[in-house]
C-alpha cells in the first residue's frame, strides 16, 4: 500500500511556529510532524510515500535527505500554486495509481493531525466493504461536520452547530461527525476527480455521494486524536505525549 501525506499548507493558523518553517517541521515532544507522520505509516508497513509541499517547500526536502528518507521510498509533489487537498491529490496521482488494479486503496492523511487510529484496521474496514474511499470521523465538536446515514454512508456536510446544510443524498436519519483528515481511498477514485487546478477533495466526496457512489464513515471513536491547529494544541500535543510516546 502506498501512501500520501498533505504538508503543503501554509500553516498560518500556527504562527509563530511557522514563521521561518513549514507546518511538517513544527515539533511535538522534540519530534517534526512529518517524523511522526512518515513513522506511523512505516509502522503499518508502507513504504512508499508522495508529499505535497510548497511553504518553504527546500527545508522539507533537505530534512528527508538528512534523515536517509526514514529508510523509506519518497516523492515530493511541488506545488507552485497551492491546489487544496483534491487538487494536491490529483496532481500526484502518478504515484499513487497501481496498474491494473483499481481497488486496491492507498492512505491519505494530513501532516497536521496525531492520532492513534488504526490505519490497518481501517484499511480492512475499506477493502471488506468495497468502499470508493473510506474516512475516518469521530462523534466530536467541529465547524463542519460530514452527515452519514446509519449505513455509513456520506450523505452531506454540515457547517457549524446550526449552519447551512448540504444534502447530497437521501436518507430518514443522519448523524453529523468530525473528519479527522485520514484516508483510505481507492486507486479508480483518481480517474473520478472532475475538479480542475485547486480544490476541495470533499467537494468530489460530495458529488460522487450523490451518484450513489460508496464513501464511507470509519469510526474512530475510541481512538486518540489531535488537530494540531493552532500553538496551544501543539503544546497540548507535547503533554499528552508525557503520557503515551509519540513514536
Known sequence: ???MILAAGLGTRLRPLTDNRPKALVEVAGHPLLEITLCRLRAFGIRDVIINVHHFADLIVEYLKTNGNFGMNIEISREDVLLD???GLKKAAHFLAEDGDDEKPFIL???DVLSAIDLRRMAQFHMDHKALATLAVQDRETSRYLLFDEQHRLCG???GAAGRMEV???SQQVQALAFSGIHVISTRFLGMMTGTSAFSIITSYLGLAAQNESILAFRADEYYWRDLGNPESVAQATEDAKVKPLL
Open 1 to 3: 500500500m502506498k501512501a
Open 157 to 159: 456536510r454540515r457547517c
Open 85 to 87: 487537498t483534491g487538487g
Open 109 to 111: 492523511h494530513n501532516v
Open 168 to 170: 447530497v443524498r437521501s
